[in-house]
């Protein structure tokens, strides 16, 4: 699986990087850190999966979300965020699975699989 990941913060995006790399069938493709840099690099990469941070600087939720599966109509997105609360707006606004950035990392590899899971269906 293809995972692109979004975040404002770079040590978040390496924390993650470090995680997915660990395991078998996932490659990181590339790395954004605002709703621009997340739309040109879902363009250039056109990956199976996104890691987004929900509050990513410039993020329209509906819109973004929208634009992201015209340009990779098979994208799966987990929503990330440090506010658990955010959890029921992003899955209104369509995720395919939402993480709290509190969670341990098995809660994500977990959503991650079962996204790999889906792909495989």
């Known amino acids: 699986m293809r995972v692109l990941l979004a975040d404002d913060r770079t040590e978040v995006r390496s924390a993650l990087r ?5 395991e ?38 509906d819109g973004s979300l929208s634009t992201l599966r015209q340009v990779c109509p098979d994208l799966f997105v987990i929503a990330l965020s440090g506010r658990p609360e955010a959890r029921r707006a992003a899955l209104a606004a369509a995720v395919d699975a939402f993480a709290s950035k509190g ?18 269906e």
């Open 24 to 61: 078998q069938g996932i490659e990181v493709v590339g790395e954004a850190d605002g709703a621009e840099g997340l739309l040109a690099q879902t363009k250039a990469t056109c990956p199976d999966l996104v890691l987004l941070d929900w509050e990513l600087p410039g993020l329209h939720a």
């Open 103 to 120: 969670d341990p990392p098995e809660r994500l590899l977990a959503a991650v699989e079962g996204c790999m899971d889906k792909r495989c």
């Open 18 to 22: 470090l995680l997915l790399e660990q």
